[in-house]
């Protein structure tokens, strides 16, 4: 139970942050902190990256509830969107460059504790 917690707790977090980088390469102002000044994102990339923001908020939120049930998978959810957001809120502070090369590897954190979880519950 402990490995399964842990691999949620490590999923949750990742799928968050991929999600919030996405959502905030979406925004004209830290699309332009990438690449320059005046160099805004095409409507098409705007919504695939809105679209992706939204779907690692949304796996994250899942597997709160998968989890943690109802009563305890929200709170344990706002947790994770808060350290997703601080930590998100300092990369962008300091290295904003380092965006993309942390959401990719978010997603691959995410996917691998997803299929790790999964598993261990299927030998347990």
Do not use: K
């Amino acid at each position: 139970m402990a490995l399964m917690n842990t691999m949620a707790i490590v999923a949750a977090l990742s799928s968050a942050a991929g999600g919030f980088a996405a959502l905030s390469l979406a925004m004209d102002r830290h699309w332009e902190s990438l690449h320059g000044r005046g160099n805004l994102p095409s409507g098409r990339t705007r919504n695939m990256l809105r679209w992706s923001g939204g779907g690692g908020l949304l796996l994250s939120l899942l597997v709160c509830l998968a989890v943690w049930g109802a009563s305890q998978g929200w709170v344990a959810w706002a947790g994770m969107l808060t350290a997703a957001a601080i930590s998100l809120v300092l990369l962008l502070s300091y290295a904003a460059r380092a965006i993309v090369r942390v959401s990719w590897a978010a997603a691959g954190v995410s996917v691998a504790a997803i299929a790790l979880g999964l598993l261990s519950r299927a030998f347990i």
